[in-house]
Protein backbone atom coordinates (compact mmCIF):
# COMPACT_ATOMS: atom_id res chain seq x y z
CA UNK A 1 0.00 0.00 0.00
CA UNK A 2 1.48 3.29 -1.13
CA UNK A 3 1.78 6.43 1.62
CA UNK A 4 0.31 9.08 0.81
CA UNK A 5 2.14 12.95 1.72
CA UNK A 6 -0.57 14.15 3.35
CA UNK A 7 0.10 11.63 6.35
CA UNK A 8 2.67 13.50 7.72
CA UNK A 9 1.12 16.60 6.96
CA UNK A 10 -2.39 15.52 9.42
CA UNK A 11 0.50 14.12 12.09
CA UNK A 12 1.95 17.39 11.79
CA UNK A 13 -1.35 19.64 12.27
CA UNK A 14 -2.33 17.34 14.80
CA UNK A 15 0.55 18.03 16.83
CA UNK A 16 0.32 21.64 15.92
CA UNK A 17 -3.25 21.73 17.40
CA UNK A 18 -2.28 19.72 20.63
CA UNK A 19 0.51 22.60 21.44
CA UNK A 20 -1.76 25.42 20.63
CA UNK A 21 -3.77 27.22 23.54
CA UNK A 22 -7.21 27.76 24.00
CA UNK A 23 -8.24 31.45 23.96
CA UNK A 24 -8.45 31.60 27.65
CA UNK A 25 -5.13 30.51 28.21
CA UNK A 26 -3.08 31.69 26.04
CA UNK A 27 -1.11 35.04 27.42
CA UNK A 28 -1.20 37.33 24.19
CA UNK A 29 -4.83 36.48 24.50
CA UNK A 30 -4.83 38.15 27.84
CA UNK A 31 -2.60 41.52 26.52
CA UNK A 32 -5.01 42.04 23.46
CA UNK A 33 -8.11 41.57 25.84
CA UNK A 34 -6.64 44.62 27.60
CA UNK A 35 -5.45 46.96 25.06
CA UNK A 36 -7.04 45.09 21.53
CA UNK A 37 -10.45 47.76 21.71
CA UNK A 38 -10.00 50.73 19.51
CA UNK A 39 -8.85 53.71 21.12
CA UNK A 40 -6.75 51.70 23.97
CA UNK A 41 -3.09 52.43 23.00
CA UNK A 42 -4.12 55.98 22.09
CA UNK A 43 -5.22 56.50 25.75
CA UNK A 44 -2.17 54.64 27.30
CA UNK A 45 -0.01 56.70 25.08
CA UNK A 46 -1.55 59.84 26.27
CA UNK A 47 -1.63 59.20 29.73
CA UNK A 48 2.05 58.20 29.66
CA UNK A 49 3.08 61.33 27.86
CA UNK A 50 1.42 63.86 29.92
CA UNK A 51 3.36 62.52 32.90
CA UNK A 52 0.49 63.71 35.53
CA UNK A 53 -2.89 62.95 36.28
CA UNK A 54 -5.55 64.50 33.62
CA UNK A 55 -8.88 65.24 33.86
CA UNK A 56 -11.17 63.56 31.44
CA UNK A 57 -11.57 66.81 29.38
CA UNK A 58 -8.26 67.07 28.58
CA UNK A 59 -7.86 63.36 27.65
CA UNK A 60 -11.30 63.49 25.45
CA UNK A 61 -9.19 66.92 23.74
CA UNK A 62 -6.14 65.56 22.98
CA UNK A 63 -7.41 62.09 21.35
CA UNK A 64 -9.82 63.70 19.17
CA UNK A 65 -12.22 62.63 17.72
CA UNK A 66 -12.93 59.81 20.14
CA UNK A 67 -16.37 60.19 21.51
CA UNK A 68 -16.98 60.89 25.58
CA UNK A 69 -18.92 57.24 25.58
CA UNK A 70 -15.65 55.20 23.53
CA UNK A 71 -12.95 57.57 25.93
CA UNK A 72 -15.69 56.44 29.05
CA UNK A 73 -15.67 52.81 27.98
CA UNK A 74 -11.91 52.49 27.60
CA UNK A 75 -11.07 54.09 31.49
CA UNK A 76 -13.18 52.52 32.84
CA UNK A 77 -11.89 48.68 31.22
CA UNK A 78 -8.33 50.38 32.23
CA UNK A 79 -9.45 51.02 36.13
CA UNK A 80 -11.17 47.78 36.23
CA UNK A 81 -7.95 46.05 34.62
CA UNK A 82 -5.94 48.15 37.17
CA UNK A 83 -4.10 49.82 34.47
CA UNK A 84 -5.19 53.29 35.04
CA UNK A 85 -6.33 55.29 38.25
CA UNK A 86 -9.20 57.39 38.66
CA UNK A 87 -9.21 60.11 41.27
CA UNK A 88 -12.24 61.69 42.65
CA UNK A 89 -12.40 65.22 44.07
CA UNK A 90 -15.37 66.17 46.38
CA UNK A 91 -15.96 69.59 44.82
CA UNK A 92 -18.42 71.40 43.18
CA UNK A 93 -18.33 70.91 40.21
CA UNK A 94 -17.05 67.53 40.56
CA UNK A 95 -13.26 66.86 39.31
CA UNK A 96 -11.86 63.67 38.36
CA UNK A 97 -8.79 62.78 37.27
CA UNK A 98 -6.79 59.92 35.81
CA UNK A 99 -3.20 58.69 35.74
CA UNK A 100 -1.26 55.54 34.23
CA UNK A 101 -0.42 53.05 37.37
CA UNK A 102 2.67 51.63 37.60
CA UNK A 103 1.05 48.39 36.20
CA UNK A 104 -0.17 50.77 33.37
CA UNK A 105 3.35 51.84 32.72
CA UNK A 106 4.46 47.98 33.09
CA UNK A 107 3.17 47.85 28.91
CA UNK A 108 4.73 50.98 27.46
CA UNK A 109 8.09 48.70 26.87
CA UNK A 110 5.61 46.29 24.73
CA UNK A 111 3.86 49.32 23.37
CA UNK A 112 7.28 51.08 22.06
CA UNK A 113 8.52 48.09 21.14
CA UNK A 114 5.78 47.77 18.74
CA UNK A 115 5.88 51.10 17.47
CA UNK A 116 9.40 50.45 16.42
CA UNK A 117 8.18 47.15 14.63
CA UNK A 118 5.85 49.32 12.28
CA UNK A 119 8.73 52.08 11.70
CA UNK A 120 11.06 49.73 10.34
CA UNK A 121 8.32 47.44 8.69
CA UNK A 122 5.99 49.95 7.29
CA UNK A 123 6.73 49.95 3.89
CA UNK A 124 6.52 46.54 3.26
CA UNK A 125 3.74 46.42 4.98
CA UNK A 126 2.46 49.15 2.64
CA UNK A 127 3.69 47.71 -0.27
CA UNK A 128 1.91 44.21 0.44
CA UNK A 129 -1.30 45.88 0.82
CA UNK A 130 -1.28 47.85 -2.34
CA UNK A 131 -0.73 44.46 -4.12
CA UNK A 132 -3.25 42.68 -2.19
CA UNK A 133 -5.40 45.79 -3.32
CA UNK A 134 -4.67 45.77 -6.96
CA UNK A 135 -5.22 42.00 -7.19
CA UNK A 136 -8.74 42.37 -6.07
Known amino acids: MATTQRGPVNRRLSRLAETALPPDEC ?63 AEVPPRVEYRMTELGQTIMPLLFALAEWVKQHRPHLKAHKAAAGSEG
Open 27 to 89: PVSHVLAVIGHRWAVQVLWTLHYADRPLRFRELQRSLEPITQEELTKSLREFEASGMVHRKVY
